[in-house]
Nanobody, 124 residues
């Protein structure tokens, strides 16, 4: 069983920055961030392999968001820069119970453990 605890988030003006963190208890393979805006499906944002450091990003956040890890603390961070109003959503940290590859890494169905979510609101 893995527990994920998120921190960060809040209200920021467009063009601003926020940093999210997710601390995991237990073994993790990949750690990912998803987000869900009101009335929309949960969507992939970014993921990182905790062993290899390989990263993947949604096209909508490439060049603006950076995912990073601290293996000693079993923590993954999401630095969000140049935020836009369309980035407004509840952001969730997630990890699977086994490694996921290829297109499977982009689907929330393949992640077994989730954080409680943290609200990010970007005002225009």
């Amino acid at each position: 069983q893995v527990q994920l605890v998120e921190s960060g988030g809040g209200l920021v003006q467009a063009g601003g920055s926020l940093r999210l963190s997710c601390a995991a208890s237990g073994r993790t393979y990949d750690m990912a961030w998803f987000r869900q805006a009101p009335g929309k499906e949960r969507e992939f944002v970014a993921t990182m392999s905790m062993s290899r450091g390989t990263t993947y990003y949604a096209d909508s956040v490439k060049g603006r968001f950076t995912i990073s890890k601290d293996n000693a603390k079993n923590t993954v961070n999401l630095q969000m820069n140049s935020l836009k109003p369309e980035d407004t959503a509840v952001y969730y940290c997630a990890t699977p119970s086994h490694p996921v590859y290829y297109s499977a890494r982009y689907s929330p169905r393949n992640y077994d453990y989730w954080g409680q979510g943290t609200q990010v609101t970007v005002s225009s």
